[in-house]
């Protein structure tokens, strides 16, 4: 198992940019994949982003793609995503996740074990 620790969440108007960290703690981190979920009001967790032990694959839902990156640095055991020209509809919960095992496209949030408790980012219209 490995321990979690989101922040950088906050709040922001549309077009700014804001960077979310992830630290982790517990176990050798370069084993996980990493990834990046969110959850807004009323709807279910959505995958955001995912990658690799290495950082040499990633993944992206598509209506992030161009403007978020995902990335890490397993000497500092933290994750990170960098986050710009956010919208409206990027408000939400931002949750970090971690399995261990062989990279694969992990979209589902049934596919991570450990989680973290999220941090909030807002973006004004």
């Known amino acids: 198992q490995v321990q979690l620790a989101e922040s950088g969440g906050g709040l922001v108007q549309a077009g700014g940019s804001l960077r979310l960290s992830c630290a982790a703690s517990?176990?050798?981190?370069?084993?996980?994949?990493m990834g990046w979920f969110r959850q807004a009001p009323g709807k279910e967790r959505e995958f955001v982003s995912a990658i690799s032990w290495s950082g040499g694959s990633t993944d992206y839902v598509d209506s992030v793609k161009g403007r978020f990156t995902i990335s890490r640095d397993n000497a500092k055991n933290t994750v990170y995503l960098q986050m710009n020209s956010l919208k409206p509809e990027d408000t939400a919960v931002y949750y970090c996740?971690?399995?261990?095992?062989?990279?694969?496209?992990?979209?589902?949030?049934?596919?991570?074990?450990?989680w973290g408790q999220g941090t909030q980012v807002t973006v004004s219209s």
């Open positions: 996740a971690a399995v261990r095992g062989p990279y694969s496209s992990r979209k589902s949030r049934h596919e991570y074990d450990d």
């Open positions: 517990g176990r050798t981190f370069s084993n996980y994949i």
